[in-house]
């Protein structure tokens, strides 16, 4: 896609949702969406065929959802299995300079293409090419991130207690979903606690839930 075309129809598809984008915001969004397009040929990172369906899910998911991100700066966001970049990429572009971004991701390829992308944004961001399960290892990792994204995931019990060790107290876990499932999850036990689960992009039916770890007190913040 024509860059010209990509960000008249990034700006439409904004719109659409009631997002005002930036020029500064929509440039790093465009050059993001580019190069995934061209690695995207090479590797398998994500699903491109309708371009509109892709704008929505990659880039205006994660624009909404950074409106639920904690306030403060700086913010320390970690991602889990990033893959072609999204929604970390996106999330950190919008919330802007006060983030410091990790995304983790396994494969080496996917890794590769991360860390061009990151260098083509000019973000300060990291990439981990590891399991997330091997970072339990490095003490400095354990409650150092205020929040934590993670997408297309089977969500479990177990799989929650490892990802909130990385957690600090009264930290935020974005978990993006799609139209099925329950809004309460039912499988969160302390110290995690179920928040809200909101709409993201109507035409996608997608939805965010938001779990919160409790303070140093015993009491989750909201």
């Known amino acids: 896609m024509a860059a010209r075309d990509l ?7 904004a719109s659409r949702v009631g997002l005002f984008l930036p020029d500064e915001i929509a440039e790093k969004l465009a050059v993001y969406y580019e190069l995934l ?3 995207n040929r090479k590797i398998n990172l994500t699903e491109l065929e309708d371009p509109d369906q ?9 624009l909404l959802a950074a409106r639920y991100l904690p306030a403060g700066s700086p913010l320390f ?3 889990i ?3 072609g ?5 996106p999330l950190a572009v919008m919330a802007g300079e006060r983030v410091r971004l990790t995304m983790v991701e396994v494969k080496t390829r996917k890794s590769a293409f991360l860390r061009e992308a990151v260098r083509q944004i000019a973000l300060d961001a990291q990439v981990e090419n590891s399991r997330f399960e091997e970072l339990l290892a490095r003490p400095e990792l354990h409650e150092r991130f205020d929040a ?19 957690l600090k107290p009264s930290g935020t876990l974005l978990m993006f979903r799609g139209p099925t499932g329950p809004n309460e999850l ?17 035409t996608l039916q997608s939805r965010l839930s938001l779990v919160t770890k409790a303070s140093r007190s015993g009491v989750a913040s909201r």
């Open 7 to 13: 960000r008249s129809r990034l700006n439409r598809r």
């Open 37 to 39: 397009e061209r690695w």
């Open 54 to 62: 892709a704008i929505d899910r990659l880039l205006l998911e994660p």
């Open 77 to 79: 966001l970690m991602d």
């Open 81 to 83: 299995g990033s893959g």
């Open 85 to 89: 970049g999204s929604p970390a990429l």
């Open 148 to 166: 934590m994204s993670i997408r297309a995931v089977r969500v479990e019990t177990k799989l929650l207690m490892t990802l909130q060790a990385f």
């Open 186 to 202: 039912s499988n969160i036990i302390p110290p995690l606690e179920w928040n809200v689960t909101v709409p993201l992009v109507d």
